[in-house]
């Protein structure tokens, strides 16, 4: 076990002049708790997940510091500090399925993600949005509604982060499963632990739920499930911190037990 030895020596001197000012019962009882964080043994990310325990941490001595509010940091998922925690995962998915964005590409709301990911593979662009009036919008419409979409037109759709909203969610996967052509590409996502938006926000999801969802119209074997995240990521995500607060090591560790974002890649796949 190695000691922080400058964090012991700040410790030392901060607690000395508590002392000093009279509060030295006080001191003494922050002090050893100090000591002992200062005295822990130095963990990677993924031993942190795999060794914590509440064992490890007294009844009591838990310090919750900034975080000991009953509102957040931030209201509005991080996006007024910098980039919010979910939007790691999914860029990070979507950079990995990159070779997926290709041909005519569909997205919602703009054309960020085809244009950044997809690059120079993407030879026609859409956008769809339920407003008419979005400047970025090829395609108008409610994917809940028969029609919307055309039939086998894209290569990829980029479905992020909007599944939630969807009531009629079967009608919806349906629809952008019939948009794909043959061989076509679904890459969607959805939050996990999450703050609820103001817009009507109908479902909650998991690994499972995803994946059972998408393989109801593109079978079992062409769709692959995936939860990112842990109970960091998720805390973090929730009093709103940025992405730029953090360190990725912390980010990249996985515990299924709390996803921040579910991603999915499936594959339509052409009838025999």
């Known amino acids: 076990m190695t000691l922080n030895c400058d964090l012991v020596g700040m410790i030392i001197e901060e607690r ?23 005295a822990r043994p130095t963990l990677s990310p993924s031993q942190r997940m795999t060794s914590d325990s509440p064992r490890q941490i007294p009844l009591g001595a838990v310090h919750f510091g900034d975080l000991k ?9 991080g996006y007024d500090r910098g980039t919010p925690v979910d939007r790691y995962y999914i860029e990070s998915f979507l950079a990995r399925h990159a070779v997926d964005i290709r041909g005519r590409v569909l997205e919602l709301a703009n054309n960020e993600y085809t244009r950044r990911f997809g690059g120079v593979r993407v030879e026609q662009s ?12 090829t395609i108008v419409g409610d994917l809940a ?38 061989d076509g590409v679904l890459l969607a996502t959805v939050p996990g632990v999450t703050q609820v938006d103001v817009w009507p926000w109908y479902w909650s999801f ?6 059972r969802l998408l393989a109801d119209q593109f079978g079992a074997i062409n769709v692959v499930a995936e939860g990112h995240g842990n109970v ?23 515990d299924p037990a709390y996803p921040v974002t579910i991603a999915a890649r499936a594959v339509k796949r052409a009838v025999i």
């Open 206 to 211: 998991t690994e499972a739920s995803l994946q």
């Open 16 to 38: 000395l002049a508590e002392v000093s000012q009279g509060q030295g019962g006080l001191a003494c009882v922050s002090f050893n708790r100090c000591l002992a964080t200062a």
């Open 126 to 137: 859409d956008v769809l949005s339920l407003k008419a009036d979005n400047p970025n919008a």
């Open 232 to 254: 960091f990521a998720a805390t973090t995500l929730l009093y709103g911190i940025a992405v730029q607060e953090l360190s990725t090591a912390d980010l990249d560790v996985n």
């Open 69 to 77: 509010r009953l509102s957040p940091i931030g209201r509005d998922f």
């Open 145 to 182: 509604v028969a029609g919307t979409l055309p039939v086998a037109a894209f290569d990829c759709i980029i479905f992020t982060q909007a599944l939630q909203y969807i009531y009629d969610l079967h009608a919806a996967m349906a629809m952008l499963h019939r948009a794909l052509r043959s």
